[in-house]
Each structure stands twice: as structure tokens, then as C-alpha cells.
Nanobody, 123 residues
Framework: VQLQASGGGWVQTGGSLRLSCTASGRTSRSYTIAWFRQAPGKEREFVAGINVSGGRTSYADSVKGRFTISRDNAKNSASLQMNSLKPEDTAVYYC?????????????????WGQGTQVTVSS
């Protein structure tokens, strides 16, 4: 499975960005897609995840109410709409796939990772 993330960039505080992740290769339709992020000097952390039907989503407390994850199974893709961005959201954002279909915040559950896309929020 290959994951391609895109949509990062630079934005001022309060602005919005939309990240996209497209999966290709031997994907089953029951996989979970999630976004993680890693800021300089910090561990990679869970941001949001969504199950195959889109009926179950999970968010980190720090992004609840500001970020929205969605997916389009016909396109094997997922998006992360990020609103009201803050400087502390600055990080490299990674999309990841868990073939078990469980929506988990545990980084070790995820089987495949994209290359990361940089998000920078200036104050």
C-alpha cells in the first residue's frame, strides 16, 4: 500500500488548510485512515482517524471542533479539513492506514505511512 499526502503549506493563525491522502496498491476497503503529526523535537502524535464507513471518527482533544476528517472510498482517499489553525499546529502531517479497521490513536497499530506534508502556522 502506498500513501500520498498533499495539501500542506503556510498559513497565518486562524487560517485554514485541507490535507488529502490517497491510497494505492493492495488496499482492502475495510481499512482505517488516520492523520498523525510530528513537530520538531516531539514525538509523533495522533490527530484524527476515520473508519471505513465514515461512521466512526476520533480526534485528539487539541483539534476537536477545529479539524474534520472525511473519506471517499470510491477514490481511496481521505481529507483533513483544518480550521482556526494555531501556531502549535505547526508540524509535519502524516497519513496512515490500519488494515484492521480499528480507529485507534496508537501509532503502533498503523501498517502503512505516507511521506508527510509540512504545515506551518505563523503567529
Amino acid at each position: 500500500v502506498q500513501l500520498q499526502a498533499s495539501g500542506g503549506g503556510w498559513v497565518q493563525t486562524g487560517g485554514s488548510l485541507r490535507l488529502s491522502c490517497t491510497a494505492s496498491g493492495r488496499t482492502s476497503r475495510s481499512y482505517t485512515i488516520a492523520w498523525f503529526r510530528q513537530a520538531p523535537g516531539k514525538e509523533r502524535e495522533f490527530v484524527a482517524g476515520i473508519n471505513v464507513s465514515g461512521g466512526r471518527t476520533s480526534y485528539a482533544d487539541s483539534v476537536k471542533g477545529r479539524f474534520t476528517i472525511s473519506r471517499d472510498n470510491a477514490k481511496n482517499s481521505a481529507s483533513l479539513q483544518m480550521n482556526s489553525l494555531k501556531p502549535e499546529d505547526t508540524a509535519v502531517y502524516y497519513c496512515a492506514v490500519d488494515l484492521s479497521g480499528i480507529v485507534s490513536s496508537n501509532i503502533h497499530f498503523y501498517d502503512y505511512w505516507g511521506q508527510g506534508t509540512q504545515v506551518t502556522v505563523s503567529s
